[in-house]
């Protein structure tokens, strides 16, 4: 029986795994298809401050602490799998399109001031000579010089390889239930009638890990984003450039040599992975009106794939109502970023079994569960 089995091969399960072998336990990562759920889609932004949120000043520390810990988690990661994650530290720049955009921007300044953020306001000028591909219609921005990004889908190729280095077995298989045996998580029962035992399970299924028969109630939903990625865009952007469009969101994320990441649609329509012409077509759009290069750029990919959303956009993390079985999902829009200190709280419950205090207010408890098992949302 292996220590800890693993539900979920993504980047937050894969690096659970990693933390947790080299804390010397015995772990087994069982996936289907390891990082081509959301990790696949993730566009790599490490920003805790543009994306702070009015009410969510919590997830905004727990960010914040994340972000401070990915260049040592990142060097560390690089010297164990002997590939780069592309780590970029460029800053991340907010623009507003229109006078209502400016408007939207001078209150978030105003939020960020309030929470002693380190955010500096730019004039259009100023922007366009931080990133001079910008559109000269651009009104004004925001800098964030603390706000960065990574290669996601080379930070999931690093994490399987140094895990299996660390000694993680990986299981090829689709989870369909947690074993229980004794009132407890004794592993994981899988879609081939097969079970991987283990004395303890991490369930990080993303989107998915609301649905398994039984594991009791947890306030996880798909949302739904689509996602473009374009090629020939080598030099056109130095940094993330995020941007207000009359009023729709968009990022532009630099990666690589000459890649271009353009998202994301925000859906509630349940597992629904459809690419849609309206949901290229409004990226596109918008990417274009702030950074008119996008035009000749080729589009090389669209997916769609589903964040793990929960009522207050924050993460389950630590112990669950079924003893045996620890939390590390709902992680939302912010899974990248809060990999290396999910990584590291999860590892050190499972190893000493104390939750670290950076993650103590994120346990499923904060919810209340009726009597039916419903979730009705933070107590």
Known sequence: MTDVAVAGGGLVGMAVAWRSALRGLSVTVVDDAPGTGASAAAAGMLAPVTEAGYREEALLGLGTASLQRWPAFAAELEAASGRTVGLRTAGTLVVGFDEDDVRELDALHAFQRELGLAVERLTPREARRREPALATRVRGGLLVLGDHSVDGRAVHAALLAAAETAGVAVVRGRVADVAVAGGRARGLRLEDGTTVPGDRVVLALGAHSGGLPSVPPLPVR????????????????????????????????????????????????????????????????????????????????????????????????????????????????????????????????????????????????RFAVGSSGEVRGCR
């Open 222 to 365: 798909p949302v739904k984003g689509q996602i473009l990625r374009l090629a020939g865009a080598g030099g056109l952007l130095e940094g993330t450039v995020r941007a207000l469009v009359r009023g729709r969101h968009v990022y532009l994320v630099p990666y690589g040599a000459d890649r271009l990441v353009v998202g994301a649609t925000v859906e509630d329509r349940g597992f629904d992975a459809r690419v849609t012409a309206g949901g290229v077509h409004d990226l596109l759009h918008d990417a274009i009106e702030v950074v008119p290069e996008v035009e000749e750029l080729e589009l090389a990919e669209t997916l769609a794939r589903w964040r793990p959303g929960t009522p207050d956009n924050a993460p389950l993390l630590g112990p669950s109502r079924l003893p045996g079985l620890v939390l590390a999902t709902g992680h939302h829009r912010n899974g990248v970023l809060l990999t290396p200190v999910t990584a590291e709280a999860i590892a050190e419950l499972l190893a000493t079994g104390a939750l670290p205090e950076v993650a103590a207010s994120f346990t499923a408890d």
